[in-house]
């Protein structure tokens, strides 16, 4: 094989993988480094799972500031640009309880109900429709359940924002770096381009380098990460323990985040 081709397979491999920067910074990103030959490294510390799932516990973390504050360390670290328009780009936010949980809203809802905030994120569905309709592969599902994307490879057609019941995705109108302090972005995580689909990725960084999704480290145990498939995990304990929802259960996505009511 020719080296150029051998040296695009490797990159193309790494921006598979969701982490879609120049080939040794995306090394370092995974958690690993890249050996004297130029290879990635993985880190022997990343976190594993069956299957990745959350577990938010909307008894503890029920506030507009609480959620917002969540949100916006989540979109620091990811380089998410703020936009006060309708071409806003979000990876968490919050919404009330008939925003969330249209199909499960009855006429006469609780005042904690009425004045309770949820947050919102990409569910890393079992059945991702996202995934379905990409005709580039650029959204895809990886072994462990995270719903994954390659930025380099997305065309920006938002068949996936149709296709997503959830409102998860948001398309970069514009070019996000231009709402970026580019003095202060978050240096191993890439920035995207105009024209490009993004949403949360589960902190797929993180777990590559043993670190949980930031938003449930910075949560004080609202929010709950772990394998669905291991009957003695965390999130299987939380969900044996507590009655739970999910978002939209008829649109039959199977969601992996989980709320505690
Ligand atoms: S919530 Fe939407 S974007 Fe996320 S995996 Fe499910 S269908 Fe895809
Ligand atoms: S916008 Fe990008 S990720 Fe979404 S369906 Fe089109 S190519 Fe795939
Ligand atoms: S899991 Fe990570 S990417 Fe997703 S909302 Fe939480 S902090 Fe953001």
Redesign the pocket.
Known sequence: MKQSRRNFLKFAGLSAAGLCLAPATAAMASGGGTSKEGHAVVNSNSLHAKRWAMVIDTRKLNTEEAIEALAETCHHIHNVPTIESDQNIKWMWTGSYGEVFPEQENNFPSEDQEKHKFPLLCNHCEFPS?VR???????FKRADGIVA?DYH?????????A?CPYGS?S?NFMDPRTHLDMDKINTKFPTRMRG??EKCNFCVERLAVGELPACAEKSGGSIVFGDLQDPDSNVRKALRENFTIRRKPTAGTEPGVYYII
Do not use: D, L, S, W
């Not at 309709?133 to 959204?139: D, E, F, L, R």
């Not at 490879?153 to 924002?161: L, P, V």
């Open positions: 996202c309709v990409c005709p580039t592969k650029a959204t994307m490879r997305c065309i920006g057609c938002r068949y996936c924002m296709a995705r398309f490009v689909v």
